[in-house]
Nanobody, 114 residues
Framework: QVHLVESGGGLVQPGGSLRLSCAAS????????MGWYRQAPGKQRDLVAT???????NYTDSVQGRFTISRDNAKKTVYLQMNSLKPGDTAVYYC????????WGQGTQVTVSS
């Protein structure tokens, strides 16, 4: 019933920017709190940012002030604007509900390197 597809990742230099997109299916999208998660090699998958159906946002400390989560309910899409990227941001980024469902998409790779 719910299907999520991430896109927009790539290779950027430190200090650069990327915008990730998460295209969602489902008629109840506008009611869900959505989150962006990331997983670096050998590490757990961690929550990065959330946005409620009403637009209230929260961020993990390491991205506060650099990342912005947003949503377009008409397009059923969640975005993550990533600025001032650091090598420590390198990970596969996933979107999901918050709390997350047990199923995950393929994610999109973000690599920050000079």
């Amino acid at each position: 019933q719910v299907h999520l597809v991430e896109s927009g990742g790539g290779l950027v230099q430190p200090g650069g920017s990327l915008r990730l997109s998460c295209a969602a299916s489902g008629s109840l999208f506008r009611l869900y709190t959505m989150g962006w998660y990331r997983q670096a090699p050998g590490k757990q998958r961690d929550l990065v940012a959330t946005i409620t159906g009403g637009g209230t946002t929260n961020y993990t400390d390491s991205v506060q002030g650099r990342f912005t989560i947003s949503r377009d309910n008409a397009k059923k899409t969640v975005y993550l604007q990533m600025n001032s990227l650091k090598p420590g941001d390198t990970a596969v980024y996933y979107c999901n509900l918050q709390p997350s469902l047990s199923r995950w998409g393929q994610g999109t790779q973000v690599t920050v390197s000079s």
